[in-house]
């Protein structure tokens, strides 16, 4: 059997006096190497599904849940959180609400202790995951006197340091600029390249499509669309009739190409078909 | 007439001697939109935090109308210039959704008749009509963005900030916030953004105040700011996707004005046809 980085089956879960379920029904699997883009409305579930992944649900979320999560040939639901560390690491949405710590380098620390890092290991790997993110220097700062923005790039680098397998993401640039949000990219870019895989869940799409293998569209807690991201935009329609865009150059490219097969979903792709259209 | 909303060499130093601003110098008039621009830690928030007093200027002065911001309160300030946070739980703290609405109201002492009238405008505006009893914090994270500033926009401030309004906002939040902004506009108020959302900047078409380093990098129509590169390099910035497009199809005659999607649509047309009556030409 060909070894999965997640493989879902089947997803349901319903929290606890909930009326309807948030996720209904999803099933999706994701290569070693590759990066996940998760997009939809807010409300769609995108959260709830980062923590089932994480095994957050249900293992510290009550609530009902139903099929099969797998993430790095560990099933979710079998095993507690603590034997699943090295397995699949979660940024959250909010980053004040993972920072703990007195110091950045504390913050770092933290998770390392817990996994039983050598000191000298650990010195090694907080400087570089500080240095990934753009905070070296910052190492004897409170957490909360932090900007939003290196917060949040804080947050990633605590998560980094573990090294878990599968680097999980919810909405890890909403308050960085664009050089911040590239430098977030590129650090899943550069681990997709040391073979991790990657999992994001984005409201920008432009960057979503550059840096993405595969997307996946949730709506009111249901999976409407899983494919590589030409597959996803050149339905364009069927996005907008869920309240999603596309990427610039691909809704430009849907009103004037005849050829809906043709469409571009990056710039550089952009630039050279309408060159073409252009030049015929 | 001077305009309403005045920055006259503001310079701002923070304790710990970190110059956050540097000599600033802006005018903004009624029913302007106006984006403030800038990498993290350039001084944007700097800079609005004096709007409504929440910062005084270590030189310099602001102007709001007639008020010196340097003499008078936030609490006074703040009947003439709302802010709207960017992480909406530093705003909300009453237990529902309609205190929170009703509290600046009170604040600046209006009567009961008045507040009542406001707090059902903007809830029908934000469309909030079946959370009024919620507690904010059991509000998804749209819903709280939009109580922020519905509880701002219900003092009726000339001056409207918005810190990061469209952050962690999906497509179909972004479009109502924008269709706020251009509202207020149409009113004579004067909306100032702080974005890193050049979607958004685009849309709008409005002017764009460049700041980095604490310094006014640029200040301008939006379209025109956005064709200097050597700048927005400097202030580490990208300009909207189709822009970017349009100035790599230039040697087809492409104009490089574009701002949105649908000028590029637009745009392509226009350049397709020209083409197009070319060859009927020569043929």
């Known amino acids: 059997m060909e070894n999965k980085a997640i493989k879902v089956e089947n997803l349901t879960f319903r929290y606890p006096d909930a009326e309807s379920d948030t996720l209904k029904n999803i099933s999706f699997e994701l290569d070693y190497g590759e990066v996940l883009g998760i997009i939809g409305p807010n409300g769609a579930g995108k959260t709830t599904l980062a923590m089932a992944l994480k095994g957050l649900i249900p293992h510290t979320v009550d609530g009902e849940i139903q099929g099969k999560i797998i993430v790095d040939g560990k099933d979710v639901l079998k095993h507690d959180i603590s034997e699943q560390v090295l397995n699949s690491g979660l940024v959250f949405q909010d980053p004040e609400g993972q920072l703990s710590q007195m110091s950045v380098e504390e913050e770092v620390a933290f998770g390392l202790g817990n996994i039983g890092v050598p000191r000298a290991e650990m010195v090694k790997r907080i400087e570089k995951a500080l240095q990934t993110v753009g905070l070296a220097g910052f190492e004897k700062r409170s957490p909360l006197a932090l900007s939003g923005g290196q917060q949040q790039r804080l947050a990633i680098a605590s998560v980094m340091a573990m090294e878990p397998s599968i680097m999980m993401m919810d909405e890890p640039t909403t308050m960085l600029d664009p050089v911040g949000k590239n430098e977030v990219f590129k650090v899943l870019k550069s681990l997709k390249e040391k073979g991790m895989t990657g999992v994001i869940i984005e409201h920008e799409i432009e960057r979503l499509t550059m840096y993405c293998d595969k997307i996946l569209v949730l709506h009111e807690g249901e999976s409407i669309l899983f494919g590589t991201p030409k597959e996803i935009f050149s339905d364009l329609m069927l996005l907008k009739k869920f309240k999603l865009r596309g990427p610039q150059v691909t809704e430009v490219a849907y009103e004037v190409f005849n050829d809906k097969e043709q469409i571009p979903v990056v710039l550089d792709e952009a630039v050279q078909s309408f060159s073409k259209e252009l030049k015929a | ?283």
């Not at chain 2, 928030?45 to 008078?72: R, Y």
């Not at chain 2, 519905?150 to 479009?175: C, F, M, R, W, Y």
């Not at chain 2, 649908?262 to 047309?269: L, R, T, V």
């Open chain 2, 1 to 283: 007439m001077s305009a309403f909303l005045r920055v006259e060499n503001l310079t701002h130093i923070y304790p710990g001697k970190i110059k956050a601003l540097e000599s600033i110098n802006l005018e903004i008039g009624e029913g302007e939109v106006v984006a403030v621009l800038g990498r993290n830690g350039s001084g944007k928030t700097t800079l609005v935090k004096h709007f409504n007093g929440l910062l005084k200027p270590t030189k310099g002065n602001v102007w709001i109308g007639d008020m010196n911001a340097k003499k008078h309160s936030v609490a006074k300030l703040s009947a003439k210039v709302g802010y709207v946070f960017q992480n909406s739980n530093h705003q909300t703290f009453l237990p529902s959704v309609e205190q929170e609405l009703r509290y600046g109201c009170e604040n600046i002492g209006l009567d009961e008749e008045t507040i009542q009238e406001r707090v059902e405008r903007v809830t029908e505006l934000f469309q909030l009509e079946d959370i009024l009893e919620t507690n904010p914090f059991d509000l998804n994270s749209t819903q709280r963005k939009e109580v922020g500033m519905a509880s701002i926009l219900a003092i009726e401030p000339k001056v409207i900030v918005l810190d990061e309004p469209t952050t962690g906002q999906d497509h179909a939040g972004s479009e109502r916030i924008k269709e706020v902004i251009t509202m207020l506009k149409e009113q004579g108020h004067i909306v100032i953004l702080v974005t890193h959302d050049m979607q958004l900047v685009g849309e709008l078409d409005c002017r764009v105040v460049v700041i980095s380093n604490g310094k006014k990098l640029a200040d301008g129509a939006a379209r025109e700011v956005f064709k200097d590169k050597a700048m927005l390099k400097e202030a580490s910035l990208e300009p909207p996707q189709v822009m970017t497009l349009a100035e790599q199809l230039t040697s087809f005659g492409v104009n490089d004005h574009v701002l949105t999607v649908e000028e590029m649509i637009k745009e392509y047309k226009r350049v397709k046809k020209l083409d197009i009556n070319k060859q009927l030409q020569t043929s």
